[in-house]
């Protein structure tokens, strides 16, 4: 297994940053089957649980959470109280019975519209989050997350996606580090792309320079790549 330390690189963080982690095939696709879960190696997954230990926050869209029916977050030898995992939401339409919301140590966040909590009908949604002991707070977008979550005092942020979050924070001009892992597989088709496809917009696409700071591969041909941005 590649060496964590190398891969995760913390050294030149400052107190305010945001990093993206994302896994992709060869030909751009952040999925499988509709799930992440098969393109990554056991290297991989380990990187995803030592950001995790790095950050004060894990950001993370609602969609991404149901499909690949995440856990709650666990303890681990250096983190006994780990950080929260921080769900954007804008209806909170999830299965309550779900691992996520009974198989944790630490409880979650949930960021939506204000709309959303002020809306009758979904007031049991919110009662349910309340009563396992997760928060609500009010957010607009995902590039409003970030202030949100730093106004709550969660400075290292670690954004696992999916597309459409990693997408926003890149518009934003708000990802600091950026980890990519490339799957040696071949997809015929890109079945979800790492970043939502372009819109009809007036405005140019907003392009951020990043220097690539380490690369490594394991023995089954899955590559590491880390990019920091060019200050």
């Not at 496809?197 to 907003?206: G, I, P, S, Y």
Request: include cysteine; hydrophobic fraction near 40%.
């Amino acid at each position: 297994m590649t060496g964590l330390n190398h891969l995760l690189g913390t050294d030149q963080d400052d107190e305010l940053t945001v990093r993206g982690i994302m896994v992709s095939t060869l030909t751009g696709s952040a999925t499988i089957k509709h799930r992440s879960q098969d393109l990554g190696n056991d290297t991989d997954h380990a990187l995803l649980m030592a950001v995790r230990d790095w950050a004060d926050v894990v950001l993370v869209g609602a969609g991404t959470v149901r499909a690949e029916d995440y856990g709650g977050v666990q303890p681990t030898p250096s983190r006994p109280r780990p950080a929260p995992i921080a769900v954007l939401s804008r209806g909170l339409d999830f299965d309550f019975h779900a691992q996520f919301f009974h198989n944790f140590t630490t409880p979650p966040i949930f960021l939506t519209p204000r709309t959303t909590l002020e809306s009758p009908a979904l007031a049991p949604q919110r009662q349910l989050i309340e009563e396992i002991g997760g928060r609500i707070l009010p957010c607009d977008s995902p590039a409003e997350a970030v202030s949100v979550l730093r106004a709550q005092g969660f400075n290292k942020i670690a954004c696992e996606g999916g597309p459409s979050v990693l997408g926003a924070l890149i518009e934003a001009d708000l990802i600091d580090v950026m980890h990519l892992t490339f799957s040696p597989i071949l997809s015929s088709r890109v079945e979800l792309p790492l970043v939502p496809l372009a819109q009809e917009k007036e405005e140019a696409a907003v392009v951020s320079h990043l220097s690539l700071e380490h690369t490594a591969v394991d023995e089954d041909s899955t590559l590491f790549l880390r990019y920091r941005r060019i200050r």
